[in-house]
Nanobody
Framework: QVQLVESGGGLVQAGDSLRLSCAAS????????MGWFRQAPGKEREVVAA????????WYADSVKGRFTISRDNAKNTAYLRMNSLKPEDTGVYYC??????????????????WGQGSQVTVSS
């Protein structure tokens, strides 16, 4: 079992930045691919960023490319999502997710083995 605990969400203005953190416990963190999903009001959950176990490869949705950065610190068992130049359309509940795979391919299908509880991000215009 893996427990994922998120932190760092909040209410910000358009153009501001936020950093989400996802602390993992219960399994060797470095064996997991990690991802961040979000669910906007009235929309389906979508993957916005993913990273391999070694940070050797990352992926971003077109809507966040160039503004969001996913990273991880395996020594701290923590994954991060740095969000810059936030827009109102970035508003939603952000979920940290983990897959029992060193690559994030399965996360691209919207599937994960473990999920965080979700963190609300609200961007006002």
């Amino acid at each position: 079992q893996v427990q994922l605990v998120e932190s760092g969400g909040g209410l910000v203005q358009a153009g501001d930045s936020l950093r989400l953190s996802c602390a993992a416990s219960g399994r060797t963190f470095s064996s997991l691919a990690m991802g961040w999903f979000r669910q906007a009001p009235g929309k389906e959950r979508e993957v916005v960023a993913a990273i391999t176990w070694s940070s050797g490869s990352t992926w971003y949705a077109d809507s966040v490319k160039g503004r969001f950065t996913i990273s991880r610190d395996n020594a701290k068992n923590t994954a991060y999502l740095r969000m810059n130049s936030l827009k109102p359309e970035d508003t939603g509940v952000y979920y940290c997710a983990a897959a029992m795979s060193r690559h994030f391919g399965i996360l691209m299908t919207g599937t994960a083995d473990y999920w965080g509880q979700g963190s609300q991000v609200t961007v006002s215009s």
